[in-house]
């Protein structure tokens, strides 16, 4: 079983933009340096248009961290981030992008957010990235990136229900709330295809 190194959002906005991690830019040099590990790399982007409900300037009188309910879902509204095209939206330029052999982008439907690197929030849309992985043959992921409470534990967790082994380094990724992503680690690792490692 083949096994690849999953890099999740490390963009500008996260690490240095509208809505950054705290360390966030603490783990772009321990995942450059574990990249040679890999035979595949392939990395995720948030990737949403200028107008998309998950922003808070598109909720009159609404402010950032503030919650919504949608389609029966809770909803975060953000600082717009990660805007398609934006320096916000890249790549970070410290990541050595050059073994990445391919790039998912999510959150590009304007009406439904998108933590996971699998699907849409309300899993109605797939990214593409599960039938990529399965033609390449990889059954086991590495995940790293940001953050960990958002988006790396979205991943996370619809990678386990694809039938992944998943392994996440602790060093590879931040949160942006300790508090939740203490509790998320308890919930992982009490699953039998997830390996918590320093």
């Given at each position: 079983m083949k096994t690849a190194l999953l890099l999740v959002d490390i963009q500008n906005d996260f690490i240095t933009g509208s809505l950054p991690v705290p360390d966030g830019a603490a783990i772009i040099d321990p995942v450059n340096r574990c990249m040679t590990d890999y035979e595949y790399v392939i990395a995720?982007?948030?990737w949403h248009p200028a107008t998309h409900f998950s922003f808070h300037t598109s909720?009159?009188?609404?402010?950032?961290?503030?919650?919504?309910?949608?389609?029966?879902?809770?909803?975060?509204?953000?600082p717009p981030h990660c805007v398609q095209a934006s320096d916000g939206a890249a790549l970070h330029p410290r990541l050595d992008t050059a073994p990445i052999a391919?790039?998912?982008?999510?959150?590009?439907?304007?009406?439904i957010d998108s933590y996971s690197a699998f699907f849409d929030n309300l899993r109605r849309r797939q990214t593409g990235?599960?039938?990529?992985?399965?033609?390449?043959?990889?059954?086991?992921?590495?995940?790293?990136?940001?953050?960990?409470?958002y988006c790396v534990y979205y991943t996370i967790k619809d990678a386990l229900s694809l039938g992944y082994e998943v392994t996440l380094s602790e060093r590879l990724t931040r949160p942006i709330s300790p508090e939740d992503?203490?509790?998320?680690?308890?919930?992982?690792?009490?699953?039998?295809?997830?390996t918590l490692t320093d």
């Open positions: 995720t982007q948030d909720h009159p009188g609404r402010k950032p961290f503030e919650t919504i309910e949608r389609d029966g879902e809770s909803q975060t509204l953000w391919a790039i998912f982008r999510k959150g590009i439907h304007p009406d990235l599960d039938g990529y992985l399965r033609g390449l043959g990889i059954g086991r992921l590495t995940i790293a990136g940001l953050a960990a409470d992503f203490e509790r998320q680690k308890r919930e992982l690792t009490a699953h039998p295809a997830f």
